[in-house]
């Protein structure tokens, strides 16, 4: 490991499928960096250390989201991502994008960030606000609140919030 | 010849780090792990990646679109 040792932390904030990779891509690699990293999971990031993951995007109010078809670069209107299954079908085409592209999958980028003994926190008060059970999540993940957070930011040299 | 081999081949970022660091786990220190990859980004981010970890990066080269790093294990 190199001499001086930096730590890193990151608030994960959002729990869709596009959203769920920038925090995992980060952590898995500063651990494999050698750095020492805690993930705090709260609002809509929580979901993410469900045991089970069924991650989705969707189109709506995102004009950047175009995806390759047919050789050229399709985006959706606001209000075509509105018709029920558009998002699931969203979805499935990300999914199959993200496998054919070599990109691992979150479920992936997870069990190695767990090898990899990334710290991760779950919220207490997101876990009480949205009614969700630490029964249903991944083995291995503390519970904690917002000073739990700061105790960890103030030693960590990079912190991001995602 | 290296001590260990990785295939990255059709493997995204950060894929090929994060399976160079398991690899490299297993090599014995003052060994080598030689890499090859397609990513065309794994040329930086080997380089990052070793100057980080205070590993070695021997030699990396390109051919026909296949990547292959040579890294020493000194740290």
């Known amino acids: 490991m190199s001499a001086e040792e930096k730590s890193m932390s990151i608030i994960v904030t959002k729990g869709s499928l596009d959203w769920a990779y920038p925090p995992f891509i980060l952590a898995t690699t500063a651990a494999a960096m050698g750095l020492p990293v805690t993930m705090f999971f709260t609002f809509y990031g929580l979901p993410l250390l469900f045991k089970k993951l069924n991650l989705q995007v969707t189109a709506a109010g995102n004009p950047a989201m175009k995806m390759p078809m047919a050789g050229m670069h399709m985006g959706l209107p606001n209000l075509v991502t509105a018709i029920p299954g558009v998002d699931a079908a969203c979805s499935v085409m990300m999914k199959n994008l993200i496998k054919k592209k070599g990109v691992a999958s979150i479920e992936e980028l997870r069990e190695m960030a767990v090898e990899a003994e990334v710290r991760m926190i779950a919220c207490q008060m997101t876990l009480d606000l949205f009614e969700y059970s630490k029964d249903d999540m991944i083995d291995g993940i503390e519970i904690g609140g917002a000073a739990t957070y700061i105790e960890c930011a103030t030693q960590a040299d990079i912190n991001l919030f995602i | ?75």
């Open chain 2, 1 to 75: 010849m290296a001590d260990a081999t990785l295939d990255a081949k059709g493997l995204n970022c950060p894929l090929p780090i994060l399976k160079a660091r398991k690899a490299l786990k297993d090599v014995p220190a003052g060994g080598t792990l030689e890499i090859v990859a397609t990513d065309p980004g794994a040329v930086a981010d080997f380089q990052a990646f070793c100057r980080q970890t205070g590993n070695e990066l021997l030699e990396h080269s390109e051919a026909d679109g296949v990547y292959q790093f040579l890294i020493k294990k000194t740290a």
